[in-house]
T-cell receptor, first 110, second 112 residues
Framework: RKEVEQDPGPFNVPEGATVAFNCTYS??????FFWYRQDCRKEPKLLMS???SGNEDGRFTAQLNRASQYISLLIRDSKLSDSATYLC???????????FGKGTRLSVIA | DGGITQSPKYLFRKEGQNVTLSCEQN?????MYWYRQDPGQGLRLIYY???????QKGDIAEGYSVSREKKESFPLTVTSAQKNPTAFYLC???????????FGPGTRLTVT
């Protein structure tokens, strides 16, 4: 089983739609969780950390289910500028390397 | 401005030559990382360093070497032993509360 698994997509959605991405991780000792965004031919950028209680940042909501080892990202009112690859990322311990999923591609269409 | 810089942005080399990619950070982060990304693929860890003068191999270290003589700097050398060096190379550092990583803009290396 891969350490972090994501549906690669692509997800093609119209502007204004709500879209949800899911991710599962295999290491039950994982401590920190993140969503990164990567635009084509650019570096990944931190979108948001994922907290146990769930958290929201504008149109973006992240949820964590430790029992099921599952992380989700919900994007409401999609914009054309949301088109990117979204990476699910997990940290097992301290300042050790993060484990990156391969990403889910999102295309928002006018 | 605090951040991570990588230079150059594009690099072209002939096969058989060693090449060194630069990575500098002024975030005062202890840990630094090198990743490789091939077209349409995920990130693969090459080397990482959690402290000055110490580093560990990642998943694909063969054909690469690193040094960490200063906290701010973590250069990567792509040696002639690396069979398929053409790729997008990303440097990152971490040291925040949740150990999130921040990336430099990357170096796109082409070897012909």
């Amino acid at each position: 089983r891969k350490e972090v698994e994501q549906d690669p997509g692509p997800f093609n959605v119209p502007e204004g739609a709500t879209v949800a991405f899911n991710c599962t991780y295999s290491n039950s000792a994982s401590q920190s969780f993140f969503w990164y965004r990567q635009d084509c031919r650019k570096e990944p950028k931190l979108l948001m950390s994922v907290y146990s209680s769930g958290n929201e940042d504008g149109r973006f909501t992240a949820q964590l289910n430790r029992a099921s080892q599952y992380i989700s990202l919900l994007i409401r009112d999609s914009k054309l500028s949301d088109s990117a690859t979204y990476l699910c990322v997990v940290n097992s311990r301290g300042n050790t390397p993060l484990v990156f999923g391969k990403g889910t591609r999102l295309s928002v269409i006018a | 401005d605090g951040g991570i810089t990588q230079s150059p942005k594009y690099l072209f080399r002939k096969e058989g030559q060693n090449v060194t990619l630069s990575c500098e950070q002024n975030l005062n982060h202890d840990a630094m990382y090198w990743y490789r990304q091939d077209p349409g693929q995920g990130l693969r860890l090459i080397y990482y360093s959690q402290i000055v003068n110490d580093f560990q191999k990642g998943d694909i270290a063969e054909g690469y070497s690193v040094s960490r003589e200063k906290k701010e700097s973590f250069p990567l050398t792509v040696t002639s032993a690396q069979k398929n060096p053409t790729a997008f190379y990303l440097c990152a550092s971490s040291g925040g509360s949740y150990y999130e990583q921040y990336f430099g803009p990357g170096t796109r290396l082409t070897v012909t």
